[in-house]
């Protein structure tokens, strides 16, 4: 009960500072305003874009590398240019954005289920477990990211029937850029466990016989969901870049649904013959997304720690 009471007067005080240095901070406001847009343009991206890229019905190979709507060349009903392949560069943007916040924010809370689980039973049991998630943890820290999914990918490729990997694809892009982003989780969680694991309402829990289980998930887990909401703001801009950076790569997303980095890698291709807007307009996305992203991360954090305000 005291812990409960402890935690809910918390709780309170940091959502009231919270939304007090919101208002007075422009930077945070425009970021959060940025992700706003990016989450409801993709969430809503059937009902805003002007086409469905998806439907080839809905766009004609004659209207390839148009530019622009407010250059020489180009049409209104394409505001900023087409494809190689005719389509709305703005829908396919919308579209894809969607397929990569799908991607990144599934890959996070993957990652966040799996390192914060692995980081609470090794800070509350110790001993071997410790050691063993640390080690594995320690190993893959040694690995980028990227090649870490790269490795997940590529087993989950050879393991998997051929005539499965498109109908599965997706998730295995998901699971390997989870397992490429837990160990963050895993660290924090096991610190804050081991000192929330000596105070006296976990001591209180463990004298009234409580299962280890529940003092995990109701006594200690609230109590450190600060720090763990930092490192998930950030793993999501990480893990919709490392989304993005497998589709551009081509082992990301399948080419019919198309992602920011899909749309990127053709981008590229055409770059030097002058259909410039194929490339930069995915590319801007992709870049003010993450950026606004960690802005925010970084906001939520100085909040948790006023010591870095």
Known sequence: MLSNIKANWKRASIENEFLYLFLHNRVAQVAAFVAFVSIVGALFAPLIAPTDPYD?????????FLPPAWTEMGEAKFLIGTD?????????ILYGTRLSLIVGLSAMIFAAILGTSLGLAAGYFGGKFDAVVMRVADVQ????AILTALLVDGIARGILPREQHEDLLI???TVAIGLSLWVNFARVARASTFVERNKEYVQADEI?????LRIMLVSILPNIMGPLLVIGTVDLAVAVLLESTL????VGVPPNQPSLGTLIRIGTEYIFSGEWWIVVFPSMTLVIMIVSVNIL???IRDVLNPRLR
């Open 297 to 299: 991360g970084d906001f």
């Open 56 to 64: 080839l019905k809905s766009f004609s190979i004659l209207d390839n």
């Open 208 to 212: 009234m016989g409580l299962h280890p």
């Open 247 to 250: 589709s551009f790569l081509g």
């Open 171 to 173: 998730v295995v892009l």
């Open 141 to 144: 820290l040694s690995l980028p």
């Open 84 to 92: 190689d392949q005719g389509r709305d560069l703005l829908s396919s």
